[in-house]
Structure formats: structure tokens, C-alpha cells
């Protein structure tokens, strides 16, 4: 969390001017972190070049239908800028405690969720019908020239797995070397 909006934005300019590649802004609905996707909004703004993304969406605690317009929206104003990333939420984040959301289930309602938005974000009518979600209709507008990159986190063997079945590529995060080395061998032989 920055010191305050000044701090953050000079931060900002700075990462813009020096050619930083990406800014990442985790998931933290309880806590005194930044709403994600609302900062990726305002960098696509105040910036020309630099990338963002999550790092990752908890996309358990959250309406695809929302996500995919919001991303759309976001890919809209910044083309080729949009970096997102979904992850399923620790088993110990405050987010279960704070909104009741059974923590068993959140594998399968990201899956769910993951496989809706991308369906919004690509194809002119969709029609889902998931144990978590359900949709009818259009999919969202204006639609990214191209697709958006869906990335998935996490170094389980479910992120493992959801990363070769449904993502197009992997954020380690905070992963150590070793262990990402270890998670990028797991995913490569899960698409074989």
C-alpha cells in the first residue's frame, strides 16, 4: 500500500520513464491493499507503455461476468497492456472467514469462473451452465483485438493442472528459482 496517491503515482512515472517492463497488484478484498482491478484501470490511464496485471485475482470472490467486462473495458483503454492472472485464494486468507464462501469449492468455482470470462471475452454468444455460475447471452464489448492472455498463479498441483488446461501461461509470484524450475517441468509434462 503506498504512503499515499502522490508517493504512489511519482512511483508510478518513475517504473514508466525507466522502462520497468510490468506492475502487479495482488488481491487483497480485507486488508488496506489497493482494489486490483480498479488500480489496473487507473494505470491504464496514467501510462503509455508499462504492462499490469494481478497477481493474483482471487476469482472465487468474484462475478465473471463483471471480471470479463471489466477486463474488457481495461484492455480497451490500454491495448496489449492487460496482464491478468487468476489464482484460487490460501486456504488461511481472511477472505473465507470475512464473506462465508465454502473454502472446499474454490477450485472448482475459479475453474468455472476462468472458463466463463474467457468465453465473454471471445465469443459473440455464450451459454454456460456450471454447478457455481450460469450464463445466457452476449459476451461482453467492446472485445480485446486479440485475446487476452489468461494467466494462472499458484504452485500447487491444482494450480498445476488448471495452468494446462485452461491457462495461457503461469505467474510464480513470489515462487522461489527452485521451486518454479520445479512448477514449469510439472506443467510442461501436464500438457503432454
Known sequence: TPHSPDDYWRW??????AGIDSIWHSDQLVGPGVEPIAMLAA???RTKRLRFGTNALVVPFRDPLVVAKQFATIAF????????????GGPFDPYWAATGQPLKARGQRSNEAITLIRAL?????????????RYEGEGVSPRPAK??????????????????????GWLGGFT?????????????????
Open 12 to 17: 508510478v512515472d518513475l517504473c514508466e520513464e
Open 43 to 45: 494505470l491504464a490511464a
Open 77 to 88: 483503454l490500454a491495448p496489449g497492456r492487460l496482464l491478468p492472472v487468476f489464482g484460487v
Open 121 to 133: 471475452l471471445e465469443q459473440d454468444q455464450v451459454s454456460f451452465g456450471g454447478a457455481h455460475f
Open 147 to 168: 485475446p487476452l492472455p489468461l494467466w494462472i498463479g499458484g504452485d500447487s498441483e491444482a494450480a498445476i493442472q488448471r495452468t494446462a488446461a485452461m491457462g495461457d
Open 176 to 192: 522461489p528459482p527452485v521451486t518454479a524450475r520445479n512448477v514449469v517441468a510439472r506443467i510442461k509434462a501436464a500438457l503432454l
